[in-house]
């Protein structure tokens, strides 16, 4: 049997959910459920197929779901003494490729979510609405490499907009519908079950993934991303964001961001211009059947300390490489997925019970979460553009300076025109060095990149860990 592929979905056609009543209170943004409870803990009631009603789902839900177009101008050359011969600019030749997606409405007054790849490196963002009469502009408001998303926001009023579920108490086996534009098809509905929970898939090209996917076999196509899973009263349970796949269509299996994290992920971009993520300055690694047997398990329940950050919150609240992590704040952890995923509710500052068993005794801890830099603080937007450069700069954390051993270092991002495309540098590429110089500000290092002449070296960390320098000549 071939391999099945893990393909994101959301260059061909879209699909979209609308996320539930959102208000503007005391300068802080706030999603609320159609019941005015919050998102953590609005009651999901299971539906059996006898009394299953797709069509009242789908007439709650589709009409929040939208059409993303995208326009991006690309590089079509990507050699140099093609374009000195042809007499063309260094920078190659480029031209407009478009692409679609979709997209789920959640306020009223225009946010929207969406994946992050759907809208990545655009240009030009339109979003049209489910009745295919009337189109808007869209802007980027934030996004989140860690989980694929991305908020967008439209110039409109009274738009129709999904209410949020609870993805925490979706259960196997219950019904759901998936709502998009598969292969530029608007208004698309399918039907499925929820086939399981806390799939991590290895999807997510970031140094700090969070992948905990609800997976389903509803019928999802390209174009589904950024769409909405729904349950069976219509509300939000999940962003669809990719398929497995060996033919890039439907194959069986489709992957959702719970609902839950999508919240969480919108208020930050929101409330913060930044996602506020907690750190507990330790790694963790599933139970194999060696270490199990090892261990004495008798089940999978649990997963194991694979490293501790010296001084971080995990060593500081005392657990130690190969403590067996049982629960985070008294939820079960059965799997490196579903421990990310609690943590990803949480923001720095906040405190987190760990239950564990070392040697064969359970232990009972709590330590407190860092943001990226080492500290308990709100985290503001840290990434700077250079249009010059044609890409994004920001800077790394001081865990990945720590694991990196470097001192200081600046993650590219949104390669578009300019010159680190010329340059051949790839997303994700950390930026640790300028003609052997170090820069702790970001600012100071753009600045230094748009102003070099002659030869020219860029030293550097790409994301799978390979260390690694471009040099060039800068006219």
């Known amino acids: 049997m071939n391999k ?87 920078f190659g030749r480029r031209g407009p490729v478009a692409s679609s997606g979709s997209g789920v409405i959640l306020t009223a007054d225009g946010y929207i979510v969406t994946n992050l790849h759907v809208v990545k490196n655009a240009d030009q963002i339109e979003v049209i609405m489910n009745n295919n009469k009337q189109s808007y502009k869209a802007k980027v408001i934030g996004t989140d490499p860690s989980t694929d998303l991305a908020l967008l926001k439209i110039d409109a009023n009274n738009l129709p907009h999904v209410v949020l579920g609870n993805s925490d108490q979706v259960q196997v086996g219950e019904w759901v519908l998936a709502v998009g534009n598969p292969f530029n098809l608007t208004s698309t509905v399918t039907a499925g079950i929820v086939s399981a929970k806390g799939r991590n898939i290895n999807i997510v090209n970031n140094q700090f993934p969070i ?111 190969g403590d067996l992590v049982l629960k985070i704040n008294e939820k079960d952890i059965d799997s490196k997925a579903n421990l990310d995923e609690q943590i990803a509710y949480l ?62 270092g600046f993650r590219i991002s949104n390669i578009r025109q300019g010159r680190i495309a010329s340059m051949g540098i790839q997303e994700g590429f950390v930026i640790t060095g300028l003609n052997k110089k170090s820069y702790d500000n970001v600012d100071d290092l753009i600045k230094a990149i748009e102003n070099a002449r002659g030869q020219v070296s860029i030293e550097g960390i790409f994301a799978n860990g390979g260390r690694g320098v471009f040099s060039f000549y800068m006219y």
């Open 4 to 90: 099945l592929a893990i393909v994101a979905i959301g260059f061909v056609g879209g699909i979209f959910g609308a996320l539930s009543i959102a208000q503007f209170q005391k300068k802080e943004f706030h999603l609320d459920t159609v019941n005015g409870s919050p998102v953590n803990t609005i009651d999901y009631k299971g539906t059996s197929l006898a009394s299953a009603d797709f069509v009242k789902a789908s007439q709650a839900s589709i009409h929040s779901v939208v059409f993303i177009k995208t326009l991006t101008n690309q590089r079509m050359y990507q050699d140099p003494f093609y374009d000195f011969w042809s007499g063309m600019d260094f």
């Open 211 to 321: 992948e905990s996917f609800i997976q389903t076999d509803a019928a999802i196509n390209p174009g589904n991303s950024g769409g909405a899973l729904v349950d069976l009263e219509g509300k939000l349970i999940g962003i669809n964001t990719a398929i497995a796949s060996n033919t890039g269509s439907y194959n069986g299996y489709g992957f959702a961001i719970p609902v839950n994290i999508v919240a969480k992920i919108v208020k930050d971009l929101v409330d913060y211009k930044a996602v506020q993520r907690g750190f507990t300055g330790m790694e963790v690694k599933e139970i194999d059947g060696a270490t199990a047997l090892r261990l004495k398990i008798n089940n999978n329940h649990g997963v194991i300390v694979d490293y501790v950050l010296p001084e971080g919150p995990a060593e500081q609240a005392g657990i130690r490489v």
């Open 347 to 408: 923001r720095p500052g906040d405190k987190v019970k760990v239950n564990y068993i070392r040697d064969g005794k359970t232990e009972v801890t709590t330590l407190t979460l860092l943001n990226e830099q080492g500290t308990t603080a709100i985290m503001k937007k840290g990434t700077v553009s250079s249009d010059i450069l044609g890409a994004d700069f920001q800077p790394i954390s001081k865990i990945e300076k720590d694991k990196l051993g470097v001192s200081s």
